[in-house]
């Protein structure tokens, strides 16, 4: 029996759409509302699709969603940039303004943010019609299955306009040609940004050190960087406070097998400092309560032994 995948097909602003659209080699897009609420209607792997608004009213593209969140908009320019459609934080917070009209727009202002990894904008040649069962009263969007005729053939549309687009698609969509065909989630490929709102959430918001909440002060530390070939994957991150991420970094504290906080003697010898470390060593992380979410340990162990400052 085939599994099934649900799809969404999200009313999409026509500018953010084009803004987009434009640019090449996109890993993430930050799919944003103006109002500060959680969206559920599908999962982490699904489908989210691009419903082009009026006078276009067509399916322009899609990302598969690898997170939902609401976030506050200075996190969401921080983390996406130009990624949110937006070619700056000002030209973001007046689009927020413009369906906000009675409230104040700032830096905490909360948006709800559909987080979409390896995007698919089709040129204007491949845009194709709506379901028929779309209604033009639809305000936000509507939720389709693989196990109903219209949801499988959209799966399938999107599928083979994806492949006419010849945009290079990965994490299971062209891994092989087999993958085409039978509905199936996708493990997103997330990118930098897609990475830290992963693990912000996984880690409930919150320092696995200090349990300290403000959002502003806390970053996502991949164990292993990406640059050393390291991946954006929640098992390779831990979410801390910005300057235990910069200590950890640089090999002055690292997490042993025991999910504990150690810190290098050298942090008080070379700086003539680091009480306020030194104090949290051996502190036990607090870890994601889902055991396919909790660092890696052979990720810990290299941590360890090749970026680690020994006493």
């Known amino acids: 029996m085939a599994l099934m995948v649900d799809l969404f097909i999200s ?7 084009d803004f987009l659209a434009a640019r090449s080699d996109l890993d993430e897009v930050n799919f944003w509302k103006p109002s500060g609420t ?4 599908i999962s982490s792997g699904e489908l989210f699709v691009f419903r082009l608004k ?3 009213n067509k399916i322009g593209g899609f990302g598969v969603l690898s997170e939902s969140s609401v976030l506050p908009l200075q996190l969401a320019w921080e983390t996406f940039q130009e990624k949110n459609g937006a070619v700056s934080y000002q030209s973001m917070r007046a689009a927020i303004a413009k369906y906000r009209l009675d409230e104040v727009i700032d830096g905490a202002t909360a948006i709800g943010c559909r987080i979409l990894v390896e995007p698919i904008f ?3 040649r491949l845009w194709f019609d709506l379901p028929n069962s779309w209604s033009s009263n639809i305000v936000g969007g509507k939720k389709y299955s693989t196990d109903s005729s219209e949801g499988r053939s959209l799966w399938d549309r999107l599928q083979d306009y994806a492949r006419q687009s ?3 698609i990965i994490g299971g969509l062209s891994e092989s040609t087999s993958r085409f065909g039978e509905p199936t ?14 693990v912000m959430e996984a880690y409930g918001r919150k320092c696995a050190i200090t349990g300290g909440k403000v959002l502003p002060a806390l970053d996502a530390a991949h164990i292993r960087p990406y ?3 390291g991946v954006h994957a929640i098992t390779n991150g831990i979410f801390m406070r910005k300057d235990f991420h910069s200590i950890f970094d640089a090999g002055y504290a690292t997490i042993d097998s025991q999910l504990r906080l150690v810190v290098s003697e050298k942090v008080r010898t070379v700086f003539n400092n680091g009480d306020e470390y030194c104090r949290l060593h051996g502190t036990k ?8 979410f909790r660092p890696a340990l052979e990720l810990l162990k290299w941590h360890n032994e090749s970026v680690f400052e020994k006493r």
């Not at 009313?11 to 759409?17: A, I, R, Y």
């Not at 992380?285 to 396919?292: D, I, R």
């Open 185 to 198: 989630t996708i493990r997103p490929r997330l990118g930098q940004g897609a990475f830290r709102i992963a």
């Open 285 to 292: 992380l607090e870890v994601p309560t889902h055991p396919s």
């Open 227 to 229: 640059g050393d070939g």
């Open 54 to 56: 009026s006078p276009r």
């Open 122 to 124: 089709l040129p204007e």
């Open 166 to 168: 010849h945009i290079p």
């Open 11 to 17: 009313n999409t602003d026509n500018d953010w759409f």
């Open 38 to 41: 959680a969206f559920k209607a």
